[in-house]
């Protein structure tokens, strides 16, 4: 009898959800996340007790095995582990750079290594400095000015630009790229200036490569903070002769297994329909990754306790996927993918968050016309709630392997003017997150994923 009453509640209170309008439904979400958010609390528990998650770390392997607990807890139909090969780069003792004007005078500046750099030499290194703005300045020195110094990359992020990512965008190579194209020139190491809008005594780090180049030929790689790249920028302005030394100790290891965590709600009508939902579950190891990424993955955990709380049941079955190594090679994203072709399923969506914590403006969409202007239609219904972004272009790294000529990817986009103040520095730390802002993200990708659920993607 008791099973009786509870299937037939179910099914009413299915009945009175259906009924309802896309409006209610919506301001149904919003209040349970805004009132019963767990988001937060997720968050405390990653950053200020598991902290730092770069791959390969014991931060994150704790962060696997609690995320995966707090799936199991939300009562949803699987929750699994799937395996991934990740590299485990290492930052080692703490790095030291002065700038010496002559003999025994020197001042201390603030550095980091970039990640996957080589070490200095034991006793670390000093040497004459070249500063350049771009790869076409290096070129033109050539290798008669820059062999044997250090390469001062200082382009900083163009300030007028709105868009803070199209601002990172254009002076992010400097950092990825900027060991392997001073070492074509018989450069000993390279600092670059911080990836951050602001001026401080942070440095920001970042993954840097040296795509095929031998081992023997590698040279060090670090970040300086912004306040240092000025102040070591006038310096050379009058003194060409002054010098830098920095010592650092980190160190690239043998891969090593670590896991996506998956989490799904089964769909009801169209169970072979998959509509994905997550963030990357590594950071940096400076600061304990609250705004990149941890941010995202308690949101997107929270898309699906939403959907829960707030009695709707998907039509899609609907994944939470927290991705592992965005941050140093995006094994897990490429794995999730490579998996899901194989075992043939069809993707129909996907939605990450991977642009901090921020009070949510709205999505980036990666799709057809016809996709997009079913976008566009639900627009009001989002504009109550200060939502009024919704552009084609960029969705977000780890679902980007997924993208097919039929689906719809899609990203959050977050306020982002204070993003690049905390992006892979040590001051993304919990603290920077603002509770409310947080829980509204939550809720509107959670808005996204059930209209797209309800009404589908357009084949046309």
């Not at 349970?32 to 770069?54: A, C, E, P």
């Not at 794995?335 to 069809?346: C, D, G, L, S, V």
């Amino acid at each position: 009898m008791i099973r009786t009453i509870t299937v037939l509640c179910c099914f009413f209170i299915s009945i009175g959800l259906n009924a309802q309008s896309d409006e209610a439904v919506l301001k149904k979400i919003y209040s349970t996340s805004l009132t019963n958010g767990k988001s937060y609390d997720w968050l405390n528990h990653l950053s200020n007790q598991i902290g730092s998650r770069l791959s390969g770390s014991l931060g994150a392997e704790r962060a696997v095995a609690y995320t995966k607990e707090e799936l199991e807890t939300l009562g949803i139909d699987k929750v699994w582990l799937q395996p991934v090969m990740v590299p485990k780069w290492v930052r080692g003792a703490k790095e030291y750079a002065y700038l010496e004007t002559e003999p025994g005078k020197t001042n201390t500046i603030n550095i980091c290594a970039l990640g996957g750099s080589v070490a200095t030499p034991s006793l670390g290194i000093k040497a004459h400095i070249v500063e350049v703005k771009n790869f076409e300045e290096l070129e033109a020195l050539g290798k008669t000015n820059i062999e044997g110094k250090i390469v001062f990359y200082n382009r900083p992020m163009q300030t007028d630009l709105i868009s803070t990512f199209d601002a990172y965008g254009g002076c992010v190579n400097q950092r990825y790229q900027g060991a392997i194209e001073a070492s074509k020139y018989g450069a000993i190491a390279v600092i670059v200036r911080s990836m951050n809008l602001r001026l401080d005594d942070l440095p920001h780090t970042g993954s840097m490569t040296y795509n095929d180049l031998p081992v023997e030929k590698r040279i060090p790689a670090a970040a300086i903070s912004t306040n240092d790249a000025e102040i070591l920028s006038t310096m050379l302005l009058l003194d060409k002769n002054i010098k830098l030394y920095f010592k650092q100790n980190c160190k690239q290891l043998a891969d090593v297994q670590s896991y996506n965590v998956i989490g799904e709600i089964t769909g009801s009508e169209f169970p072979e329909e998959y509509m994905v939902v997550g963030g990357h579950l590594d950071s940096w190891d400076l600061g304990d990754g609250s705004h990149d990424d941890g941010a995202g993955v308690v949101q997107s955990m929270d898309v699906l306790r939403l959907l829960k709380k707030s009695g709707i049941k998907p039509k899609r079955s609907i994944r939470v996927v927290l991705f592992m190594n965005e941050e140093n090679g995006l094994r897990g994203g490429n794995k999730y993918a490579e998996e899901a072709k194989q075992k043939k399923e069809k993707h129909v969506f996907a939605l990450e968050s991977d642009a901090g914590g921020f009070s949510p403006r709205g999505f980036s969409f990666d799709c057809s016309d016809a996709n997009f202007n079913q976008v566009l239609s639900w627009e009001p219904l989002f504009k109550p709630y200060l939502i009024h972004y919704f552009e084609k272009g960029g969705s977000g790294a780890d679902v980007g392997p997924l993208k097919t000529e039929k689906n719809v990817l899609a990203g959050l986009r977050p306020d982002s003017q204070r993003y690049f103040d905390y992006h892979h520095a040590s001051n993304d730390t919990f603290d920077a997150v603002n509770k409310r802002e947080l829980e509204l993200g939550a809720a509107t990708m959670t808005a996204l994923v059930y209209l797209f659920d309800k009404y589908g993607v357009k084949n046309n």
